[in-house]
C-alpha cells in the first residue's frame, strides 16, 4: 500500500501508476477500436445504410440499459469497497487488542518475572504475523471449495490452523499463570476479552477472504459490459461517423475500470498495489508489543 496525496491532480491524470487499469486494459481497447473501426466500415461504406435505417434505433437499447448498468457497477464497487473497509477495521481492531492485552500483561507480571516476559512478547506479535501469512496461503483460499485440490499436495490437507495454533499457546500459558497462583480469577476475566477478541478478528477476516463475491454475479456483469460495449458501434455509427473508434473504448475504459477497481480491492488481504499493508501492521504490533512488555 502506498501513502499519496489524493489532492494531487496531475500525477493523478497524467502519470500511470502500477494500479492504473489502462495497464490491463490497453489491449481490450485497441481490440475494441478497430472492432468500432470495422464496423463503421462495414455500414457506411459497404452496406450503404441511411440515417433512416432501423439499425440506428438500437440506441435506445442503449439508453434503457445504461441505467441498469450503472445501478449495477455502483453496487459492485460499493461491495467490494466494503470489504476492503471491513478488513481494515479489524486489522484495527487487531492492533487494539494486541496492544491492550500487552499492556494488562505488563501492569498484571512482576517485573522481575523475565520469562513469562519473555513467552508474551513473543506470542503476542506472533499471532498476527501467523494471521496475515494464513490470509495470503491457499489454505484460506480453498478452505470453502467443495472441489478437490490434488495440485496442492498432502501437505495442504494436513496443515494446521497457524493462527489457532499461536492462540492456543496463549491461552495455555495465561491458564497456567493462574493455576500457578501469579494472577487471580478477576485478573484472568479482565484479559479474557482480549484473548477472545484474537479468534473473533481470525473469523472476521476469514469470512471475508473466503467469501468472494457470488460467481454468477461476476459473470454477468462482464458479459453484460461486453455486448453493451460490442453493440455501440452498430447504432451510434449513424451520430458520430469514424469518431466511434475513440467514443467506444473510451466508454469501455470506463465501465471495466469500475469491475477492475472492485476485483482489485474485494480481497484486501493480497500484494496488490491497493491491498491492505497487513505485514506492515504486524510489524507495528511486534514493535510495540517488545516495548511494553520489555523487561
Not at 188 to 196: A, D, F, R, S
Request: aromatic share 14%; net charge positive.
Amino acid at each position: 500500500m502506498r501513502i499519496y496525496n489524493p489532492k494531487e491532480w496531475f500525477k493523478a491524470v497524467f502519470f500511470i501508476h502500477k494500479s492504473d487499469t489502462l495497464r490491463k486494459l490497453y489491449p481490450y481497447l485497441l481490440f475494441i477500436a478497430a472492432f468500432s473501426g470495422g464496423i463503421a466500415y462495414l455500414e457506411l461504406e459497404f452496406l450503404n445504410l441511411s440515417t433512416k435505417s432501423w439499425v440506428k434505433n438500437i440506441t435506445i437499447v442503449h439508453n434503457l440499459l445504461g441505467f441498469a448498468l450503472s445501478l449495477l457497477l455502483v453496487f459492485r464497487t460499493n461491495t467490494a469497497y466494503d470489504r476492503w473497509w471491513e478488513a481494515r477495521k479489524q486489522w484495527g481492531a487487531l492492533t487494539n487488542v494486541s496492544r491492550n492485552l500487552a499492556l494488562k500483561l505488563n501492569a498484571l507480571l512482576d517485573d522481575n518475572d523475565a520469562s513469562n516476559r519473555h513467552f508474551y512478547r513473543k506470542s503476542i506479535p506472533m499471532y498476527s504475523q501467523s494471521l496475515y501469512a494464513f490470509l495470503r496461503s491457499d489454505y484460506t483460499t480453498f478452505m470453502l471449495d467443495e472441489n478437490e485440490h490434488p495440485e496442492l499436495g498432502d501437505a495442504f490437507s494436513k496443515k494446521k490452523h497457524g493462527p489457532n495454533q499461536v492462540a492456543s499457546l496463549i491461552f495455555k500459558k495465561t491458564n497456567l499463570l493462574y493455576k500457578q497462583n501469579k494472577i487471580s480469577g478477576e485478573q484472568l476475566l479482565m484479559v479474557n476479552h482480549e484473548l477472545e477478541g484474537l479468534t473473533n478478528i481470525c473469523g472476521a477476516c476469514e469470512r471475508i477472504k473466503n467469501t468472494p463475491i457470488p460467481h454468477s454475479y461476476s459473470t454477468f456483469i462482464k458479459k453484460f459490459i461486453a455486448l453493451y460495449v460490442a453493440t455501440l458501434p452498430i447504432g451510434y455509427v449513424f451520430s458520430l461517423g469514424y469518431f466511434v473508434i475513440l467514443a467506444v473504448p473510451f466508454i469501455l475504459y470506463v465501465l471495466a475500470s469500475l469491475e477492475l477497481i472492485a476485483e482489485a480491492i474485494e480481497d484486501p488481504f493480497g500484494t496488490d498495489y491497493d491491498d491492505l499493508p497487513i505485514e506492515k501492521m504486524a510489524e507495528n504490533m511486534k514493535k510495540h508489543a517488545h516495548e511494553v512488555l520489555h523487561p
